[in-house]
């Protein structure tokens, strides 16, 4: 049962944008659910995967799992521990399951007993920490008095490993029961005798390859190669009668054998029956405290989570955030949490950003060039908002946050071609479910509205939005665009703040700095975007033309009077470069000195 008051809304849309549980490929691994999931326990994964599903609403419950991270924190050994013995827990949610729907696997029962056994050295490590509200977790003596007799149940009477399926037998100890001792003696004391026969058979007949083999149809059968069948036909020592020829061997059974064979296939028929019917007592016992397992169960997956939180925090260098009862975003040096754990990997530092909106200053518009990093702030800022309302730490240096009841994001541009929508329209769609549904206590992504269409209905299309959420909704806003015409709104509304991403130009190159700034973009420098996709030369240095030209209204609908010709570009200046990068890739630069460098950078003037 899902209670909507209790949990944050985020719809599907926006949990597709922010890669919450997949990335937009439909991988999970580089999605925040991989990189957050730490967790020792399936237990533990599909309740982390719940939490992330529904974050909090409630202040109380977000702060008492920031407790539990911080006394954790403060106990590290203890914690270590803690995550050694949860990483030796089974699934006992899905043995119970199993168990339950009356699937006879034997090795449930062994997952349930190592279960109880590894949840009571974690309650014991438990019971250590300091913190009162720890003991929440402990379940009741009642409780671990039941599941410790179930679990000394299990021990006296299944041999262990137990077989997958109880129809193979040998799945109760010796000495449990004495009719089930009784029968299996029957087998064995049989089954010597059938390999004296084997040798009594051989002697009789001369025959040294003779076999008592045995199978599902015939029980226990004697088996020779056919250029000896004649010879144990003839027989007159013994009556042995044919029951079946195949392709290489015959194959002969007595009345002696049969007789024995019959005593063995009764005997361990009785006794399989026999342990169906002591499995099925044991299993009724463990049906009447499933109640008393889930309960534990669920607490250790609860530990698992909040562990693995602390872990995570603890190894990078997460904070824990502030609750505060006003509508506020105040973090500082922020990062995202996915991005910094795959730049980790190749030695690359994440560059940190702020963010200050509270009642008086709710609403960004952010300008700035493309793959300068504007999608991966804006989502960072949801995904510590969510971390957060989960109880877990953030990835900042300090963070004070107000409760959000809901998450909107619109990133990106997607079409819906089976529902025959197009890529504008899905935006629309989009939009729309935000604008209706949003409050005042919500956080609002729009990135890139109104991309879709033409300029003219794009820029009106957002200018018009923007304004109804600064008059009317009123919810802290995070607005990305290309329209920098939108910049003059600040004028009118003071709580629009204008915010781009700071780069830096070195001749014709474009730096980017990844850092959230005041003011407004420069341009989009598409054009030093697409060269960096790899488009060919000759293309990037034509669009170049055509841009100065629009930015000195020299544009005309006509094609331009000098002649393009895309195969005559300069291809020895594409040479030239690839030969000036093979040089610097070949340097060692830690090994060059000063002097060698000027030399290096001279031999290129010189030669490029």
């Not at 940190?352 to 909106?357: A, E, G, H, I, L």
């Not at 009106?460 to 003059?488: D, G, M, P, W």
């Not at 700095?513 to 000759?538: C, P, Q, R, W």
């Amino acid at each position: 049962i899902i209670n909507k008051e209790k949990y944050m809304h985020m719809d599907d849309f926006s949990s597709k944008s922010l890669e919450i549980f997949e990335k937009i490929d439909g991988q999970r691994k580089g999605s925040l659910i991989d990189v957050m999931d730490k967790t020792k326990t399936a237990s533990g994964a599909r309740l982390l995967r719940e939490f992330l599903k529904f974050p909090l609403l409630d202040s109380q419950e977000i702060d008492f799992r920031h407790n539990l991270i911080d006394e954790f924190l403060i106990n590290s050994s203890t914690m270590n521990r803690i995550i050694d013995y949860l990483s030796q827990q089974p699934d006992v949610e899905r043995a119970i399951s199993r168990i339950t729907a009356n699937i006879n696997n034997p090795q449930d029962l062994i997952l349930i007993k190592n279960f109880v056994n590894n949840s009571e050295k974690i309650f014991f490590e438990i019971k250590k920490l300091t913190n009162s509200k720890f003991q929440n977790l402990i379940p009741s003596k009642k409780a671990q008095r039941k599941t410790k007799e179930i679990s000394e149940l299990i021990y006296k009477n299944i041999n262990e490993p137990p077989p997958i399926n109880l129809n193979e037998g040998d799945v109760f100890k010796k000495g449990v029961n004495k009719k089930l001792d009784y029968l299996r003696n029957i087998k064995n004391i049989r089954q010597k005798e059938i390999i004296e026969m084997q040798n009594k058979y051989g002697l009789l007949t001369e025959i040294s390859n003779l076999k008592i083999k045995f199978n599902n149809i015939h029980g226990y059968f004697i088996e020779v190669t056919n250029k000896n069948c004649d010879k144990i036909k003839n027989s007159e020592k013994y009556n042995f009668y044919l029951i079946q020829n195949t392709l290489n061997n015959s194959r002969f059974q007595t009345e002696e054998l049969r007789k024995v064979s019959t005593e063995i296939l009764n005997a361990e028929e009785e006794s399989i029956l026999l342990e169906k019917k002591l499995y099925k007592e044991i299993c009724e016992k463990i049906n009447q405290i499933i109640f008393d397992i889930s309960l534990i169960a669920k607490k250790i997956a609860f530990i698992d989570v909040i562990s693995n939180f602390a872990n995570i925090a603890q190894d990078r260098n997460y904070s824990r955030p502030k609750l505060v009862g006003k509508r506020l975003i105040n973090i500082e040096h922020g990062r995202h949490p996915v991005v910094e754990a795959s730049l980790i990997k190749e030695s690359q530092e994440f560059t940190p950003n702020d963010c200050y909106m509270d009642n008086e200053n709710f609403a960004w518009l952010m300008t700035g060039p493309n793959m300068a990093g504007k999608s991966t702030y804006l989502r960072q800022i949801c995904i510590t908002i969510i971390l957060n309302q989960v109880g877990s730490f953030v990835p900042a240096n300090l963070a004070e946050l107000s409760i959000f009841d809901k998450i909107f994001t619109r990133i990106g541009a997607s079409d819906n071609l089976s529902r025959g929508m197009s890529t504008f329209m899905t935006e629309m769609v989009e939009t729309s479910r935000i604008i209706n549904e949003a409050t005042e206590d919500s956080l609002v992504i729009l990135d890139e509205l109104g991309r879709g269409t033409s300029t003219e209905d794009g820029l009106a299309i957002s200018q018009a939005v923007l304004e109804y959420i600064l008059n009317e909704i009123r919810c802290l806003t995070l607005f990305a665009t290309h329209y920098k015409q939108l910049c003059f709104l600040s004028k009118e509304y003071n709580s629009l703040k204008l915010k781009t991403l700071k780069i830096k130009k070195w001749r014709d190159e474009v730096i980017f700095l990844y850092k959230v700034v005041d003011g407004i973009s420069e341009g989009s420098f598409g054009i030093h975007v697409a060269n960096m996709a790899g488009i060919k030369m000759t293309i990037v240095e034509r669009a170049k033309k055509i841009l100065a030209n629009l930015k000195n209204d020299k544009f005309q609908k006509k094609a331009d009077p000098e002649k393009v010709d895309f195969l005559e570009y300069d291809d020895q200046h594409i040479k030239n470069y690839k030969n000036v990068q093979n040089i610097l890739d070949r340097i060692d630069l830690d090994e060059l000195s000063p002097k060698e460098a000027l030399d290096v950078l001279y031999t290129i003037r010189r030669n490029y």
